[in-house]
């Protein structure tokens, strides 16, 4: 049963605590930088700001002697929302949720690039509490392309079904509208990487108990849910279902013939990282060039490397540009 967090309202203490950053599920390290593993990143204090890309875990450590945690997110010359982003009461405390072995991550690729403030009001098992912040910058490259369902073009469906939650989390029962803790509906994530969920579908009716998505192309994916109250403050998400989605073959529409690209397109290199289809600007064609058309993402097209003029830096044996055809 999916379970909807009740709202806290914490004050100040002084526990030496830390808000730290991992690009790995696991929390153990923060990855490549200057091409090497290194151990995961405490967010800086002294108004300074933390660079990252991509997938993040954001937690609270260490875990001892803390009750609950509420975490919110500010731009750096914003306010903090009136709700926590997130309620964690029970370890380990991720900004987006997870379990011991994995947290949930944070897909920056959705966020505008800027800078941040994350705040984390913590409750101790003494009763004491601590606010504690950090800065954080986004810098992604691009953002992201993403493979959508489309019924026009596949038939795959899949048809998800769950109970209703009656209490929150602490244990408190929900109570009915127009309270701000009643239950508003809920959100449908899924992916093809456990853990990774690129697609969302809201369900804004609290008396809704299944709902069908459509248009899903080939392919085994992984679901999940969550519910949220009229608050907006959102559950962890449901325990996860996998379902293996067989369209009809002759729905895909046949690939175009003769496709080229002009002299001048701007050429991309692709990432499958992070269970999202991510183009990054690479360079340029250098004439007009024959595409692969059995390979493509998005309507781009894979263009032979030896016809890209890469920007300074820049390469890759895998390159992808806007194509002409028939």
């Known amino acids: 049963m999916w379970r909807l967090i009740a709202l806290a309202l914490l ?3 002084a526990h030496a605590y830390d808000l ?4 790995s599920a696991d929390r153990t390290t923060y990855c490549c930088v200057a091409a090497e593993s290194v151990p995961p990143q405490i967010l800086p204090t002294d108004g300074t700001y933390f660079t990252v890309e991509g997938d993040v875990y954001i937690f609270v450590t260490p875990e001892a002697g803390i009750d609950s ?12 929302g009136t709700y926590p982003e997130q309620i964690e009461n029970l370890p380990p405390w991720d900004y987006k949720g997870g379990t011991e072995v994995a ?3 944070w897909q920056t690729y959705f966020t505008p690039n800027g800078l941040y403030v994350v705040r984390a009001d913590i409750t101790f098992t003494d009763g004491t509490t601590q606010v504690i912040e950090g800065g954080l910058g986004i810098a992604n490259d691009a953002a992201p392309e993403a493979l959508d369902p489309d019924p026009n073009i596949y038939d795959g469906t899949v048809t998800l079904s769950w109970v209703a939650p009656t209490h929150n989390e602490d244990g408190s029962e929900i109570p009915p509208p127009p309270d701000p803790a ?7 994530y899924w992916g093809v990487v456990p853990g990774n969920y690129q697609w969302i579908q809201d369900v804004p009716d609290p008396t809704a108990t299944s709902y069908v998505i459509e248009g899903l192309a080939p392919g085994t994916y992984t679901f999940v849910g969550t519910a949220y109250n009229e608050a907006g403050i959102e559950s962890r998400y449901s325990e996860s279902v996998t379902k293996q989605v067989i369209g009809s073959e002759q729905t895909v529409p046949e690939p175009p013939t003769g496709l080229t690209a002009a002299e001048n397109i701007v050429v991309y290199a692709l ?3 992070t269970n999202r289809v991510v183009l990054y600007p690479i360079g340029l064609t250098t004439q007009d060039v024959a595409c692969d058309a059995t390979q493509t993402v998005n309507g781009y097209y894979l263009v032979p490397v030896e016809s890209v003029r890469f920007a300074e830096g820049a390469y890759s044996r895998t390159v992808f540009a806007r194509c002409l055809g028939n």
């Not at 730290?20 to 690009?23: D, F, K, L, W």
């Not at 945690?69 to 903090?80: H, M």
């Not at 009643?182 to 449908?188: E, I, M, Q, V």
């Open 182 to 188: 009643a239950l508003a509906g809920f959100k449908l």
């Open 20 to 23: 730290v950053v991992a690009s």
């Open 271 to 273: 990432s499958l990282s």
């Open 11 to 13: 004050a100040g203490s």
């Open 103 to 105: 947290a949930t991550p």
């Open 69 to 80: 945690v509420e975490f919110y997110i500010r731009t750096s010359d914003g306010e903090y």
